[in-house]
């Protein structure tokens, strides 16, 4: 019989396009994923790669192995979602993905509650911007701020949250400053955004080039230390003891806070358990998300 794993390092290798990321995404050596394939080559009679110098390319056997491959890889989640539906234990593993700044600068308090309300329930928080698959296990609960409901895929159920807002901040003495007189601050941007056009036609105006960061953390950093005027989530700008929200500027919407599960899923117990407890919690964090905490003026 043909071993599911081995099907499975040929999968990642076939997207991938190569070993190596492959292997990178499987959390593996290289050299694992290479002899994982040799197996499965060495079982079916047949070679599935052409070695490239731009990557790995699928033979024609490769291109119909593929084909049977992903049927493989639907009904093996379909059996484990199914399984893991009837599961009404409050002990085991609960997978959450969420973008970084909920988690840091808002929900890991949450989570330490809960875990210390059900100290069986083993958590992996997947804290990334990249969107994990719930359909193919990649994790049990997706915490998403989706602005269209209907960009969702079907099969997808949803628990809809309070929305979230951004605004506009400086540090304190960068702004006193420029109250002053002082000259106009630069634009911060984050992941390689660029300045806005507004920013040079309306009145919150900025100057010089900008400045570039790549993630949350380097774009707070950066604000913090006067360097210039960036969007920020509410929750994050106004709970800043360094920050302040610049006025005369409108907030803008996110949108929703999302609580997201799939399938038989939703009827873990575990699952139950943290939705049901996170939606409370988003509930009362409405004001907060909602830029309402602090006075405008």
């Not at 492959?22 to 499965?40: E, F, S, Y």
């Not at 997808?156 to 109250?179: N, V």
């Not at 409405?286 to 006075?295: D, F, K, N, V």
């Amino acid at each position: 019989m043909i071993d599911w794993d081995d099907v499975r390092y040929f999968l990642a290798a076939a997207r991938c396009g190569s070993v190596r990321a492959a292997a990178k995404r499987l959390g593996v050596n290289h050299a694992t994923v290479l002899r994982r394939i040799a197996q499965l080559e060495e079982r079916l009679g047949a070679q599935m790669f052409e070695k490239l110098p731009s990557g790995y390319r699928l033979t024609a056997a490769g291109e119909e192995v593929l084909e049977f491959a992903d049927q493989m890889e639907a009904s093996s989640h379909q059996l484990e979602t199914r399984i893991f539906g009837r599961d009404q234990s409050v002990r085991g593993l609960l997978r959450v993905t969420l973008p970084p700044p909920l988690a840091a600068h808002l929900l890991m308090p949450d989570f330490a509650d809960f875990i210390r309300l059900h100290p069986g329930i083993e958590m992996d928080i997947l804290s990334s911007g990249e969107l994990a698959n719930l359909t193919n296990r990649e994790a049990d609960v997706a915490i998403r701020v989706v602005y269209d409901r209907e960009a969702l895929p079907l099969n997808l159920h949803g628990l809809k949250g309070p929305e979230l807002f951004g605004g506009f901040y400086m540090s304190g003495d960068r702004l006193a400053q420029w109250r002053a007189g002082g000259p106009e601050p630069r634009w911060i941007s984050v992941s390689g955004h660029g300045v806005p056009d507004w920013t040079r036609e309306g009145e919150l105006r900025t100057a010089g080039a900008p400045f570039r960061t790549m993630d949350l953390e380097t774009q707070i950093a950066a604000v913090r230390q006067g360097i210039g005027i960036t969007t920020l989530p509410c929750f994050v700008g106004d709970t800043d003891p360094l920050l302040e929200r610049v006025p005369d500027t409108d907030l803008h919407l996110y949108g929703p806070v999302w609580l997201l599960t799939q399938g038989e899923t939703r009827k873990t117990k575990r699952v139950q358990l943290f939705t049901e407890f996170l939606s409370r919690k988003l509930a009362a964090y409405a004001p907060l998300l909602a830029g309402q905490s602090i006075s405008p003026d």
